[in-house]
């Protein structure tokens, strides 16, 4: 346990409890502790139920998760074997459908199975624990380098505004909307950030303005209602925000109130920018429309944040996890490649 978030991995593998290690989301601010999961249930139920959430961090905790499956099968059958393990991949993969990280993980470590045909089970899992962590470290140098992109796009002293949480605790570390922000905070560039609170989980309120406050920087919560208000006072210079997919033709799917965010944006002449590892961006998809929107349980809404239910009893609830903000309301995308305004340029191998 630890009580400065900034000293807590938001994901980790422990070796000697054969357990993935990840910080409870669901219980910030109100306290910072650890989980160690150790059954592919706990994992699923972790996924699904927000334990662990943001699409890096997602891809991260699957690809331990499937790792930790791979130890539970007892068999020298390489058939055997990679059968099981794709019943493990699929059954975690059904956790969440949104975030394409879930799936992209996953094919990764299938592909280890794949290509291991003729080794030794002991070999082939060394090979998936050596993947998942390789997927890990490349989560943190990528955002890192879309940190360092997205730098170019800003000058110190700037007012951001950033919506959902994009930032370390949804990623292995840096963010991908924050890591602008952890890194000019480095430089001394004193960004003014404003975090919507998105609802309805609040996690612009409970976790970006926890995160960022405790590194320091100068936060400032709105309620999403206000993001217009803000704006209109010349407060706001650019915005960032993470997705869960890009879709081919640029359109992009995040947290419900992001496509709002962006029409204010563009009302108000302000660069909206969205940061995206490129296994975000999903090739298979052509356009926003074709993307799987999930719907959350209408108790988030009604009841989640109250002593006692606010709504009628009996009323309808639309709950929509995510939007899709068409990609004519971006300005760019920001990937670890670069930062594309012509986002046909999205597919081209780097």
């Not at 943001?54 to 020298?76: H, K, R």
């Not at 470590?109 to 490349?138: C, F, H, T, Y």
């Not at 995040?254 to 660069?271: C, D, E, Q, R």
Request: aromatic share 8%; charged share 25%.
């Amino acid at each position: 346990m630890s009580t400065n978030i900034l000293d807590m991995e938001t994901v980790a593998l422990d070796d000697s409890e054969c357990a993935l290690v990840i910080i409870d989301q669901t219980q910030l601010p109100r306290r910072a502790e650890y989980l160690h999961l150790k059954t592919q249930g706990e994992i699923w139920t972790a996924i699904r139920e927000l334990q662990v959430r943001g699409a890096p961090a997602i891809g991260d905790a699957a690809a331990i998760g499937i790792y930790l499956a791979a130890l539970e099968i007892d068999t020298d059958d390489y058939g055997e074997f990679a059968r099981r393990f794709h019943e493990a991949a699929d059954y975690l993969n059904s956790s969440r459908p949104t975030a394409v990280n879930l799936s992209w993980a996953l094919n990764r470590m299938k592909a280890v199975v794949k290509n291991a045909e003729g080794k030794s089970i002991p070999e082939i899992r060394a090979l998936l624990r050596d993947e998942a962590l390789r997927i890990k470290q490349e989560d943190i140098d990528i955002c890192k380098k879309i940190g360092e992109h997205a730098l170019t796009l800003v000058k110190p002293g700037d007012g951001l505004l950033t919506h959902c949480n994009a930032g370390q605790l949804a990623t292995a570390k840096y963010g991908t909307a924050t890591a602008v922000m952890y890194l000019g905070h480095e430089k001394g560039y004193n960004f003014r950030i404003f975090a919507d609170e998105t609802r309805p989980l609040l996690q612009g309120a409970r976790l970006t303005a926890y995160e960022l406050s405790a590194a320091g920087m100068d936060i400032t919560l709105i309620c999403d209602n206000m993001a217009a208000t803000v704006m209109k006072n010349g407060w706001i210079d650019a915005v960032f925000v993470g997705c869960d997919r890009v879709a081919a033709n640029g359109d992009v799917a995040n947290k419900i109130g992001t496509s709002g965010v962006a029409i204010l944006a563009k009302h108000y002449s302000i660069p909206f920018y969205v940061c995206a590892p490129t296994s975000t961006i999903d090739k298979n998809t052509p356009t926003g429309a074709d993307i799987h929107i999930e719907q959350r349980p209408p108790e988030e809404v009604t009841d989640m944040w109250y002593k006692e239910r606010m709504a009628p009893k009996g009323i309808n609830v639309y709950n929509p996890a995510f939007d899709v903000t068409n990609h004519e309301l971006i300005t760019a995308i920001v990937t670890e490649e670069g930062i594309f305004s012509d986002f046909t340029k999205l597919h081209e191998e780097p």
